[in-house]
C-alpha cells in the first residue's frame, strides 16, 4: 500500500521558535494533502488543507499566519508551527490522497508530537 | 452542522467476546464512512469503509461494519476480539461534496482483559 511519511517523528523546542514538519507521500503524488492535530486522548481535528501548487485552505479558527502550509510538490507538504507556544504542543498527523475525493484512498503519516516548553 | 458521535468513550471486553462499538452520524445526504484504528503514538489504519451497495461491510481483521441509513448508524463489529485488538477506534465522514475531507468521531478506547 502507500506510504506517506512525517518528519519528525518528535520534537521539543523552546517557546518563541519556530518549527516545521514534513509529510511526504513516498511512492505515490498526491495532490491534496490534510493536516491535523489531536490532543491527548482526544480525537483528530482538520486543520487545513493543502492542494499542490495552491494556497492551503484552513478550518474555521485555526490561525493561517501561526500554522504555514506549504505544498510545493505533489509529494512534499509542509507545516511550519510559528512562534509555537506550550499550547501548540500536540499530537500533529498528515493525511495525502491522489486525487482529493471523498472515494479516494487517504494514507495516514505516523504524527509528530510537538513538545514546546 | 455535520458530525460524527461515539457515544462509548472507553470500553472494555474480554478477550475472546463479542464487540460492538457504536457511531451515529448527522449530515444531509449518506456521506462515505469508514472506521480507522489508532494504536498509541501511531497514525491511523483504515479497517474498512462505505461508499455505496451492501449495507454489511467486511474489513481488515476480522472487523465488518454494518451503514443502517434509517438510523444514521455505523457500528463497528467483531465476533471475537484479540488482544491486539486493544486501540483506539475512530469513526470517520467524508461529505461527498467536501474534497475528500474528513470529520472524525471522538474515538473510542477500547481494552481488552485476558
Known amino acids: 500500500g502507500a506510504v506517506v511519511s512525517q518528519h519528525p517523528s518528535r520534537v521539543i523546542c523552546k517557546s518563541g521558535t519556530s518549527v516545521k514538519i514534513e509529510c511526504r507521500s513516498l511512492?505515490?503524488?498526491?495532490?491534496?494533502m490534510f493536516w491535523y492535530r489531536q490532543f491527548p486522548k482526544q480525537s483528530l481535528m482538520l486543520m487545513a488543507t493543502s492542494n499542490e501548487g495552491s494556497k492551503a485552505t484552513y478550518e474555521q479558527g485555526v490561525e493561517k499566519d501561526k500554522f504555514l502550509i506549504n505544498h510545493a510538490s505533489l509529494t512534499l507538504s509542509t507545516l511550519t508551527v510559528t512562534s509555537a507556544h506550550p499550547e501548540d504542543s500536540s499530537f500533529y498527523i498528515c493525511?495525502?490522497?491522489?486525487?482529493?475525493?471523498?472515494?479516494?484512498?487517504?494514507?495516514f503519516g505516523p504524527g509528530t508530537r510537538l513538545t514546546v516548553l | 452542522a455535520q458530525s460524527v458521535t461515539q457515544p462509548d468513550i472507553h470500553i472494555t471486553v474480554s478477550e475472546g467476546a463479542s464487540l460492538e462499538l457504536r457511531c451515529n452520524y448527522s449530515?444531509?445526504?449518506?456521506?462515505?464512512l469508514f472506521w480507522y484504528v489508532q494504536s498509541p503514538g501511531q497514525g491511523l489504519q483504515l479497517l474498512l469503509k462505505y461508499f455505496s451497495g451492501d449495507t454489511l461491510v467486511q474489513g481488515i481483521k476480522g472487523f465488518e461494519a454494518e451503514f443502517k441509513r434509517s438510523q444514521s448508524s455505523f457500528n463497528l463489529r467483531k465476533p471475537s476480539v484479540h488482544w491486539s485488538d486493544a486501540a483506539e477506534y475512530f469513526c470517520?465522514?467524508?461529505?461527498?461534496?467536501?474534497?475528500?475531507?474528513?470529520?472524525f468521531g471522538q474515538g473510542t478506547e477500547l481494552s481488552v482483559k485476558p
Open positions: 511512492d505515490f503524488q498526491a495532490t491534496t
Open positions: 493525511s495525502a490522497t491522489s486525487r482529493g475525493r471523498a472515494t479516494d484512498m487517504q494514507y
Open positions: 449530515y444531509g445526504a449518506t456521506p462515505y
Open positions: 470517520a465522514v467524508a461529505p461527498p461534496d467536501q474534497g475528500g475531507k474528513l470529520i
